[in-house]
């Protein structure tokens, strides 16, 4: 009763903060559209459809670190501002979609490109066949209740999906990791649970590269300091969260500290 009481209350906490930042409640995206991104810098203006970037299936073969990091994606949708000779050059997208390890993301005689393959990426408003169906997809992952509706850290775990954390030629050789301790993050909020951060299981996508120092300044625990509003206004956790990775709406996910 206790613990219903406490999740209750934690739940209702979450909602209140959700609403006091937009006053309208967003519409929770279907599972295949979580983390979906819409890259429109130069799309339009070539006659072109803009660009659908799904996460999930990136994210399974790919690490954030190899992508935000060594490839170079900005963490906001288009921020990057891809343009298609980029690409041609071996940059961004063209990093893998080459024509060799995969297919190749823009053609150099673009006067002579077929329309169908540049469809399979500027696909928005469009009704086309792509390789990977996304509920044949995920039908051997395991399973979540919110985002994508799968548990990626454990589809990783189990060795499930085995995501990609070098590109030779782009990648840098870095030393054994050593994983710092997981430490309790004490929660503000009477009656509501400790957080257990966990740093084994976000380098294992992320290194250390991705959070630090952009996104968390210092790497002293307690150097930086910030709110759950913080977090949903897209900061700190919050840029990942509720973007690709679980969304903050799933309290438990990380409020798992017992109460005192």
């Excluded at 995206?29 to 072109?48: A, M, T």
């Excluded at 990091?69 to 990057?80: H, K, R, Y």
Aim: aromatic content about 10%.
């Amino acid at each position: 009763m206790k613990k219903t009481f406490i999740l209750t209350g934690l739940l209702v906490l979450v909602i209140s903060v959700a609403f006091a930042q937009t006053g309208v409640k967003k519409r929770r995206p279907l599972p295949f559209e979580y983390g979906r991104v819409i890259i429109d810098n130069y799309s339009k203006r070539h006659r072109l459809a803009p660009v659908v970037f799904d996460h999930w299936l990136h994210r399974a073969k790919f690490t954030c670190r190899l992508c935000h990091v060594d490839i170079g994606f900005a963490m906001n949708a288009n921020e990057t501002r891809i343009r298609a000779v980029d690409n041609i050059n071996g940059y961004y997208c063209g990093s893998c979609h080459d024509g060799k390890a995969v297919f190749s993301s823009c053609q150099s005689d673009t006067a002579g490109r077929n329309q169908a393959e540049c469809t399979i990426c500027h696909s928005f408003g469009k009704e086309v066949d792509k390789k990977y169906e996304f509920r044949e997809f995920i039908k051997d992952l395991p399973k979540e209740r919110l985002g994508n509706g799968v548990d990626w850290e454990k589809a990783e775990s189990d060795g499930k999906i085995k995501p990609i954390d070098f590109i030779e030629g782009i990648s840098i050789k870095r030393g054994k990791f050593v994983d710092p301790k997981d430490f309790e993050l004490r929660s503000k909020v009477l009656g509501m649970p400790d957080i257990i951060f966990s740093h084994r299981k976000h380098t294992v996508w992320n290194g250390c590269e991705v959070c630090h120092p952009e996104i968390f300044v210092g790497i002293k625990k307690g150097m930086t300091k910030y709110s759950m509003v913080d977090l949903y206004e897209g900061k700190y956790c919050g840029v990942c969260h509720s973007t690709v990775a679980f969304p903050l709406l799933d309290c438990q996910r990380c409020h798992t500290e017992k109460v005192r």
